[in-house]
């Protein structure tokens, strides 16, 4: 295993990120749990009704999840009434998604805390700070190939533990 410079790694970050994500899905985590539900069902109503009508396979991708993975959790949200599963017009072979009235219902109430959370972290910022957080988060999307590349390198017991 290659030794790790702990003086380059910026724990300090790190930390600030996990505090803020936990507590950033602490609210909608509280509302779903209410109803059975969980990050996976949010994630599913969120994008549906930001895209109303798009295809399973884009879900899918969107996620970067299984088929399999998905299908328990969409067939609770349509069971439930939270999301329409309704074939394409041209291709009847697409499976189209749609939020009920009850999905975006469910969708608002998951976000409004949310946007409340970001609203009042950002009630003082500039529009250029504003506008840097958002390029932060833009770059830290995707996948970093030298991250990726460095993972596969390192050896892991069957605990999982490095």
């Known amino acids: ?4 410079d702990e003086a380059q790694i910026d724990f300090e970050t790190i930390e600030l990120l ?3 994500y936990r507590d950033f899905v602490s ?3 509280a509302i779903l749990a209410r109803i059975d539900m ?9 994008f549906v009704c930001r895209q109303p ?3 399973v396979t ?3 991708d969107t996620l970067e999840i299984t088929k399999q993975s998905l299908a328990r959790v969409l ?3 349509i069971d439930l009434g939270y999301i329409r599963q309704m074939a394409g017009a041209k291709d009847r072979r697409q499976r189209r998604l749609y939020p009920t009235l009850a999905g975006r219902e469910l969708a608002l109430a998951l976000s409004e805390p949310q946007s409340r959370r970001i609203a009042h972290a950002m009630e003082d910022f500039t529009p250029e700070m504003r506008q840097t957080i958002k390029r932060f988060l833009e770059r830290m999307r995707g996948r970093d190939e030298a991250v990726a ?3 596969a390198e390192h050896d892991f017991d069957d605990s999982g533990d490095l």
Not at 1 to 4: G, Q, Y
């Open 18 to 20: 996990f505090f803020a």
């Open 27 to 29: 609210d909608p985590d």
């Open 149 to 151: 590349i460095a993972i």
């Open 53 to 55: 009508g798009m295809m």
């Open 58 to 60: 884009d879900l899918l």
């Open 75 to 77: 067939k609770q949200l």
């Open 38 to 46: 969980g990050r996976a069902h949010h994630r599913v109503v969120y």
């Open 1 to 4: 295993m290659p030794a790790v």
